[in-house]
């Protein structure tokens, strides 16, 4: 189980980070109150493995959102929302991935640490691939593959689905290193079922790197086909949010109002975390 002393280093640890968050604008206040009560609630349920690797994903998002800033703000202003992250965003990237994490508490299984990891990977795959894809010129339309506007949901380029590739190696690797330092130092109760399953585990990284790819193309699909679209009547722009940013109530063309890029990034978080589990349990 997770000592005293581990459990308020968690805490500490989920504090700086959200405070560090809210200083360098990456999160509104709401958006730190989410973070932390996600952070805390995963340290208590996984302890550091499972912490960090959340972490990870914040962290090297944040840390590509200001890669070539300046370069990219043409392409994003038509999106629902900033780069501020706010509690919804907050919560529709993690809330699988907690959920996760408290059936593995009760229940521990190797699958399902694969299927954590999926998820995670699939969220960072996806944030990596826009704030990266989004600098490729060559953009283009997951369902017909004709030119679109870079940065749209639903919109892939050769430089995204690299970044993506990319993003899910990295947490599967991650996940790995990460289980096999904490099982080191012996911080928390499953590290003998996980290190006996994983060191070294080239199945587990293929199969997280794997469905962390898979969920991220899924959540380009997603946003091509069910995420609501709108056109602003006054400026005939097309955009991501019911209001236009010129302040004109914008009209749906395309999708379904109550799906919005934050919901699509929790239905891609499921379809990687469920594929790694069921390859899990299949191939381990
Ligand atoms: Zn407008």
């Not at 500490?12 to 932390?36: D, H, P």
């Not at 430089?159 to 990295?170: D, K």
């Not at 790995?176 to 060191?199: E, K, P, Y």
Request: hydrophobic share 55%; glycine share 8%.
């Amino acid at each position: 189980m997770v000592s005293q002393i581990n459990a308020l280093v968690g805490v500490i640890a989920t504090l700086l980070i959200a405070i560090y968050a809210f200083r360098k604008k990456q999160l509104t206040e709401k958006g730190v109150i989410a973070a932390m009560g996600v952070g805390i609630t995963l340290f208590a349920l996984g302890g550091w493995t499972w912490f960090s690797l959340l972490a990870l994903f914040f962290i090297s998002s944040a840390a590509w959102s200001k890669f070539k800033k300046n370069e990219k703000k043409p392409f994003t202003q038509e999106h629902e929302k900033t780069d501020v992250r706010d509690a919804w965003q907050v919560l529709a990237n993690s809330l699988f991935a907690v959920v996760l994490a408290a059936i593995h508490f009760l229940n521990p299984d190797a699958a399902l640490f694969a299927a954590f990891a999926a998820a995670v990977a699939t969220v960072t795959a996806d944030t990596w691939a826009t704030e990266i894809g989004i600098l490729d010129p060559n953009a283009y339309s997951i369902l017909h593959r004709s030119k679109a506007q870079r940065g749209d949901s639903g919109v892939v380029s050769a430089g995204g689905l690299a970044a993506a590739a990319g993003a899910s190696v990295f947490i599967a690797l991650s996940a790995v290193l990460l289980n096999t330092v904490n099982n080191d130092l012996a911080v928390h109760g499953f590290s003998d079922i996980l290190t006996a399953q994983f060191v070294g585990g080239a199945m587990f990284v293929a199969i997280v790197a794997v469905a962390g790819f898979f969920g991220s193309v899924a959540d380009s699909w997603l946003g091509a086909t069910i995420q609501a679209k709108y056109e602003c009547p006054k400026c005939g722009k097309r955009t991501e949010q019911p209001i236009h940013s010129c302040g004109t109530k914008a009209k749906l063309v395309q999708g379904f109002a109550v799906i919005d890029n934050d919901s699509v990034n929790f239905l891609a978080s499921i379809a990687g975390g469920f594929m790694a589990y069921v390859l899990g349990v299949f191939l381990f």
